[in-house]
Every structure is written in structure tokens, then in C-alpha cells.
């Protein structure tokens, strides 16, 4: 996985040739070249280690949905914070349902470490997806500390969540840098949302061709 987190989205929007059909995957339009119809592109390869695969005629055109990333990690929030926000393993399930039952969230999967909390949903209106899903997460928060914990939170949106899911599973985002731990801890917390169907075409397609690059 090393060197896909910081360069396979932008590999995505780029291509050797002259753009032809457009396509959309959680909010993000990238350009795919004429060779679209074998599903393959010559710079990024084939098979099942090609993330081209992703950009197929089923998500065309389904510009109206954003994936996105809301979370917090030992970057933005000291350890006390972190274990406030996180998830045991089996309350994942649990905590997806609820969590994809929100105003606007379509799909979702939660992930939970001991340096990370973070939501990856598609909305198609993330705004007030990101306000339902604070509030989640502060429902029970005391009003004063509300701003102090809500500036711990980061967001990524469109080709920014898919990059930082990339990195995330690459173990580039990790506190220690390329650790492969993540990477099951990634397939958990998929697991767990598929069993509270908070996952459909977006997560399930993303979350696929993460692992199968992973392999």
C-alpha cells in the first residue's frame, strides 16, 4: 500500500488522454479516457489492482452524493478526547445503524481505533449531514464544552476523503507511520456497517477496491 495514499486520487483525475465520458463517485467527477469501455486505463493498470475499475457506468452521472470524512485522531485531540468519542467493536453495528438513520447520511461506516474516530458517509448534502452527525457524537456532551470539542473534529470531502481513506489504510496516517494494523481494523469496522446495512453502492464499491489494492 505504500505510495497509494498520497497519489491514487489524484492519479484518478488524471489521465494521458484527452478526457471523453465523465464519471462520478461520491460527489467526485473525474475525466476517463477513451479507452473507458475495457475497463482499464494504461497508466493505472488493470485487474484487480486497479482502482480505474471504481469509475464503472453504474456511477455515472450520480453527481448529487458526496463522500465524506468526519473525524477526530491523535493529531487533533489529546488521548482524554479520543476515548470520549471512541467506539468498542461491539458497539460498531450498533452505532452504524443509528449513525446511518441520521437526516442525510446515505451510507456509512465507522471506524474506531485507540488513535481514531472517524465516520466516512455520503450525503447528498453534507452540511447538514456533518451538523446531524455532531450532534451524535456531542448528544451528550455538556453545552459549554460543545466548541472545544467541536474544533477537535476534521473534515475531508469528495477527493479528499477518498485520499485520506488511502492514506488512512496504508498506514500513512497512522501515529506510527506504515503500521499494518489499520488495515484490519478498516476491514472491521466495514464488516460491522455492512451487518447494519448502512452500506450500499458507494461504501461497498470504495471499500472493495481499498482492500483489494491492500492484498
Not at 485487474?47 to 458526496?66: A, D, K, M, P, Y
Not at 489504510?169 to 494494523?181: H, K, R
Amino acid at each position: 500500500l505504500y505510495g497509494v495514499g498520497n497519489a491514487f486520487a489524484a492519479k484518478l483525475q488524471n489521465s494521458v488522454h484527452r478526457p471523453r465520458y465523465y464519471c462520478h463517485i461520491g460527489g467526485v467527477r473525474f475525466a476517463t479516457p477513451h479507452c473507458q469501455q475495457k475497463s482499464y486505463h494504461p497508466r493505472f493498470g488493470g485487474g484487480n489492482h486497479s482502482l480505474f475499475r471504481l469509475l464503472n457506468t453504474e456511477t455515472v452521472n450520480i453527481s448529487s452524493v458526496q463522500m465524506c470524512c468526519l473525524g477526530v485522531n491523535h493529531r487533533t485531540a489529546p488521548v482524554a478526547v479520543r476515548e470520549r468519542f471512541a467506539v468498542p467493536k461491539r458497539c460498531l453495528e450498533q452505532q452504524n445503524a443509528a449513525l446511518a438513520a441520521l437526516a442525510c447520511v446515505q451510507e456509512c461506516v465507522l471506524l474506531s481505533t485507540c488513535n481514531r474516530t472517524e465516520l466516512y458517509f455520503w450525503s447528498p448534502q453534507p452540511q447538514l449531514a456533518r451538523r446531524e452527525i455532531l450532534r451524535f457524537f456531542l448528544g451528550s456532551v455538556a453545552t459549554q464544552e460543545h466548541a472545544q470539542l467541536s474544533a477537535c473534529f476534521y473534515e475531508f470531502s469528495g477527493v479528499e476523503a477518498l485520499r485520506h481513506l488511502a492514506r488512512v489504510a496504508a498506514g500513512l496516517d497512522s501515529m506510527v507511520v506504515g503500521e499494518t494494523e489499520i488495515f484490519g481494523q478498516i476491514k472491521d469496522a466495514y464488516r460491522a456497517a455492512v451487518q447494519a446495512s448502512s452500506t450500499a453502492t458507494f461504501a461497498n464499491r470504495t471499500f472493495q477496491r481499498i482492500f483489494s489494492i491492500g492484498k
